[in-house]
């Protein structure tokens, strides 16, 4: 109603105008028909006059009213999109918590398994010599947690026919990686790895996660959790016949073996290799 008071104070001020000229003319130039034709004709010139000038205004008030409803539009439109950023946004935080929830559950259960392993051997000492024979005193000796990774690797006894070998790295130096397959002391790793390779492939596989720099992220926390010798003995895994296939792929894709020490990795030229993506960083890249 306030849009068009102006346009009802210009109405009455009009037949207010009108009234005006029609006394004043009657007034000073008497009642004669002809007198009073004259001055409805310029009363009517008049409100003509008025009448354009209504259209007018009708315009602008019609153009304004358009600019106001662009306006509206255009804020609806704004609103709108904000919300659906924000939906967006807020979708994005529940994927992630989603993810990170499995993440985590499974990063701690893998560290359980490190925590659990256990590597046992009898040690044995000469005591002293009977009837020509040694009397042998045996103790048996248990390494825990991660240390088992280190001494499998350089110290345990390994038995192959014909001849003992000392540390996983003596087996790769000499039998190559078909001497790490067919180890007995790998099947102590095989609850580990079976896990690391889970949780390299469902970050990699899940859908939670929408980019390579995301996916990436979270295998690098995966990867700081490695030992040195944790890594060394990830490095030939993913060479043998246990981990060619199906987890060097991805400890290419993911450059899980960037922390790496190559001066502690065995010399012997026979064995395979990685892409340099597995020991750079933003592997995607190459």
């Not at 409803?69 to 904000?82: D, F, N, S, V």
């Not at 044995?124 to 280190?150: A, P, Q, S």
């Not at 350089?154 to 001497?179: C, S, T």
């Amino acid at each position: 109603m306030k849009a068009y008071r102006p346009l009802i104070l210009l109405l009455l001020g009009c037949i207010l105008v009108f009234g005006l000229i029609f006394w004043g003319t009657h007034f000073f130039f008497g009642k004669s028909a002809n007198e009073a034709g004259d001055s409805a004709g310029l009363a009517s010139g008049l409100f003509s006059a008025l009448a354009f000038a209504g259209v007018i205004y009708a315009i602008f008030l019609q153009r304004e009213e358009l600019s106001l409803q662009r306006q509206e539009l255009k804020e609806t439109k704004e609103e709108i999109a904000g919300q659906r950023q924000a939906a967006e946004q807020q979708n994005l935080i529940l994927r992630t918590q989603q993810f990170e929830s499995a993440f985590f559950q499974m990063l701690g259960l893998f560290q359980q398994i490190v925590n659990e392993l256990t590597y046992s051997w009898e040690k044995k000492e000469r005591m002293y010599t009977l009837n020509g024979k040694d009397v042998m005193k045996g103790e048996v000796i248990t390494v825990e947690g991660r240390e088992v990774f280190r001494y499998t690797f350089e110290q345990a006894k390994y038995e192959f026919p014909n001849f003992p070998l000392e540390g996983m790295r003596k087996v790769l130096e000499v039998k190559g990686i078909d001497g790490y397959t067919d180890s007995e002391v790998t099947s102590l790793f095989d609850h580990y790895f079976r896990m690391l390779y889970r949780i390299l492939k469902y970050t990699d596989e899940t859908p939670l996660l929408a980019t390579p720099a995301e996916r990436y992220q979270y295998t690098s926390i995966l990867r700081s959790q490695l030992s040195r010798y944790e890594l060394i003995w990830l490095y030939y895994n993913g060479l043998s016949v246990f981990g060619l296939e199906k987890l060097k792929p991805l400890l290419e894709k993911y450059s899980m073996l960037k922390n790496i020490r190559e001066d502690q990795l065995v010399d012997n030229p026979s064995l395979p290799k990685y892409k340099p993506s597995a020991t750079s960083s933003f592997p995607w890249n190459h």
